[in-house]
């Protein structure tokens, strides 16, 4: 009997329904040529982005991307993070997550985890350690089904939350940008957007304001105690999201 034509057991209801055959492939062909050429295509569009929002960190001399690329690759192509548990080990914090289709298909899997005797996270909080776990678990889930996109898009197959503690390369910033300080008509300027934002009754994630969501954004993601600390890539990517009112 040909399976397209046939009926299974529904595991929610346990009824019978009709039998769809699911997509080849991602790209919705088995054609290689159609794959490469489409997988391209999300390549060149994902480092558009990748570069105009920062969304990197030069280590070794490799570019390693951030989550949000991941994250807006799966987006593109239809898979999407799934946090499945996240649990409290004895200096830290582990987490799963899969990477799904909307129909629910499973393309990927990863465990990641964030400890007290990595340098950076010795002294941070435990919702930090177990966000970036989760970020972690989040980057290798994805590059399972979609890091060949990244690579064919230029960047290094291993996400930069899991290099935070490697050298980096010369005069690069977390982000990639150069390392010159942001001035303070820059920072400003950045607070002035920020307030705007918070006048015009657009609400910042967490709810207490764009002025808190931002000193937690800089401190979870570049470790800054400070505004002051930022560089001028990274003010640069945190006023590009702030004049479109959208979160980091």
Request: proline share 6%.
């Amino acid at each position: 009997m040909n399976p397209a034509d046939s009926e299974i057991i529904d595991g929610e209801t346990g009824e019978l329904v009709p039998y769809t055959p699911a997509p080849p492939t991602l790209f919705g062909t088995s054609n290689p040529k159609d794959v490469i050429a489409k997988a391209s295509e999300s390549a060149v569009a994902l480092a558009d982005v990748i570069r105009s929002q920062h969304l990197y960190k030069t280590i070794g001399g490799k570019n390693h991307v951030f989550v949000e690329a991941w994250t807006l690759l799966g987006s593109m192509l239809g898979v999407f993070p799934v946090v499945v548990w996240t649990k409290p080990l004895e200096n830290g914090w582990e987490a799963r997550v899969e990477a799904r289709t909307l129909a629910g298909d499973l393309v990927g899997a990863a465990e990641a985890e964030c400890r007290r005797d990595e340098p950076t996270w010795a002294k941070r909080a435990d919702y930090a350690l177990r966000s970036m776990a989760q970020t972690r678990a989040t980057s290798r889930a994805l590059r399972g089904p979609l890091g060949f996109i990244v690579v064919l898009a230029g960047y290094s197959a291993t996400a930069a939350e899991e290099m935070a503690d490697a050298p980096q390369g010369p005069n690069q910033s977390a982000t990639g940008a150069d390392t010159k300080k942001a001035t303070q008509p820059q920072i400003a300027r950045m607070m002035t957007l920020a307030g705007k934002l918070d006048e015009k009754g657009v609400e910042a994630p967490g709810g207490n304001g764009w002025e808190a969501y931002i000193k937690q954004y800089i401190s979870d993601r570049w470790g800054h105690d400070s505004r002051k600390d930022l560089t001028r890539g990274q003010i640069e990517h945190l006023m590009s999201h702030l004049e479109e009112g959208v979160p980091f």
